[in-house]
C-alpha cells in the first residue's frame, strides 16, 4: 500500500512513474517497485530522477535469486502497488525469449519488490545458454 506522504509523479501523458516522498527537508524519488530511485535530494532533482528513468527500464530483463537455486531470467508481468488496505504485489514469469509456446514459470513477489528481483547483469547466465561441462 502507498503511503499517504507519498505524492503520485506522472509524465506529461498522465503516465505513473511514480512516487517522491518526504525525507526530513529533503524528498526521495520512489520508482514503480517501490523502491528508492535517489538519495535524499531537492524536489526538483527527485522529479528529473523519475522522468530520466521512465518507464522503459520495466521491459529490461530481470533476475530472480531463489534460495537454494541459482538465479532464473525473469520477466516482469504485473506492478501493482495496492489500493488503500491491500498488500500490493510484483508478478514475474521466467523469460520466454519471445516464444509463445514456451513454458513459463510464475513469481508472486510482495510490493514494494523485495531484493531478490533485480536487473540482469552482465556476469548473469544467459538462460538460453547451458553452461560448458568441466
Do not use: C, N, Q, Y
Amino acid at each position: 500500500m502507498i503511503p499517504e506522504t507519498w505524492t503520485p509523479h506522472r509524465r506529461d501523458d498522465g503516465e505513473l512513474v511514480g512516487w517522491i516522498r518526504p525525507d526530513g527537508d529533503e524528498w526521495v524519488a520512489i520508482d514503480l517497485l517501490g523502491r528508492p530511485a535517489s538519495a535524499s535530494v531537492d524536489w526538483l532533482e527527485a522529479e528529473a530522477t523519475l522522468e530520466e528513468r521512465g518507464l522503459a527500464w520495466l521491459g529490461e530483463v530481470w533476475m530472480l535469486e531463489r534460495a537454494d537455486h541459482d538465479p532464473v531470467r525473469v520477466r516482469l508481468v504485473e506492478v501493482t502497488p495496492g489500493a488503500e488496505g491491500e498488500a500490493g504485489r510484483v508478478v514475474v514469469h521466467t523469460d520466454d525469449f519471445g516464444d509463445i509456446k514456451a513454458p513459463v514459470e510464475r513469481f508472486e513477489l510482495p510490493w514494494p519488490a523485495p531484493g531478490v528481483l533485480r536487473l540482469r547483469r552482465a556476469d548473469d547466465p544467459d538462460g538460453r545458454v547451458w553452461p560448458a561441462r568441466r
